[in-house]
């Protein structure tokens, strides 16, 4: 099975700017974002197997005919990231800490930390689904990371039982045969897309559907009243994969470079210019 050749920390800095998903609309036109009825799976409803993120580098360049490192092709530019206009004046001044930390680091400031959501939406591996009653689950090969979409509740939990989490607590419905999952209840250990802080007050929205039998498309909107001045949007694409397995994932296993706790590494620190 085909996997991302480049190193995990390209990976996870591309992931946490927001430089690997590619928006849909570049990808499949809006004409067919609901489906065309005569090229729908028999069960529309059915979301089982597994599947993988259409929005990487490597699928990008896969459907332009290229491949990386490849000195006969050239790599086309990839989106810009995420805007901070978006951001409100006291978290923008939360990204612009957030961003002199990193200046720290010659390397960046990657941990093996959780992507959270909606990072994990866009990671360049594969997920499984899995139906059961009541729930759907969605196992991510990256981190080894678990969501559980409840269908048999209608409310979240109550907010004395609603822990901040890096996925938050899902719950989700049908609108005819579209799955829309309501997610809420993160920690603010993770970034939107483009090292955006967010409070813990985000609440994400998922719509997914298929396209054809096997194809889904999901239109992701983020609200966050006091990080956002509006909401942020996404379309993301994902491909059936039904001869490829999820495999055990460690970050940790190779880390060489591990911050201590205070969040210092052994090497990569930027030496500061003499005044």
Not at 153 to 180: A, C, K, M, Q
Request: one cysteine or more; proline letters at 8%; glycine letters at 6%.
């Amino acid at each position: 099975m085909a996997r991302c050749i480049t190193t995990m920390v390209e990976i996870r800095k591309l992931c946490r700017l927001g430089l690997l998903p590619l928006a849909s609309a570049m990808i499949y036109s809006s004409a067919v974002s609901a489906g065309d009825a005569a090229s729908l799976p028999a069960d529309p409803h059915d979301l089982s197997g597994v599947w993988m993120n259409d929005n990487t580098l490597d699928e990008t360049l896969k459907r332009s005919g290229l491949k990386r490192l490849d000195p006969k092709s050239a790599t086309p530019a990839p989106p810009a990231a995420r805007s901070t206009d978006v951001l409100t004046p006291a978290y923008r001044e939360k990204y612009d800490a957030l961003a002199d930390e990193r200046a720290r680091y010659a390397e960046g400031v990657q941990t093996c930390h959780w992507p959270g959501m909606p990072a994990i939406l866009s990671y360049p591996y594969p997920f499984e689904i899995l139906h059961t009653p009541g729930r759907i689950t969605m196992i991510y090969e990256a981190e080894s990371q678990v969501r559980r979409i409840y269908l048999d509740r209608d409310e979240h939990l109550p907010f004395d039982e609603l822990d901040p989490s890096y996925n938050g607590d899902s719950i989700g419905h049908w609108e005819g045969n579209t799955l829309v999952i309501d997610t809420i209840g993160f920690n603010t250990h993770a970034t939107v897309w483009g090292d955006l802080p967010h409070s813990e007050d985000m609440r994400i929205v998922e719509r997914m559907a298929y396209v054809d039998e096997d194809t889904v498309h999901s239109e992701v909107t983020i609200t966050d009243p006091q990080a956002f001045k509006q909401p942020i949007t996404r379309t993301l694409v994902y491909s059936k994969r039904p001869d490829w397995r999820i495999r055990e994932y460690s970050c940790m296993e190779n880390n060489r470079d591990a911050p201590d706790a205070q969040g210092n590494r052994q090497g990569g620190v930027v030496e500061q210019a003499a005044p």
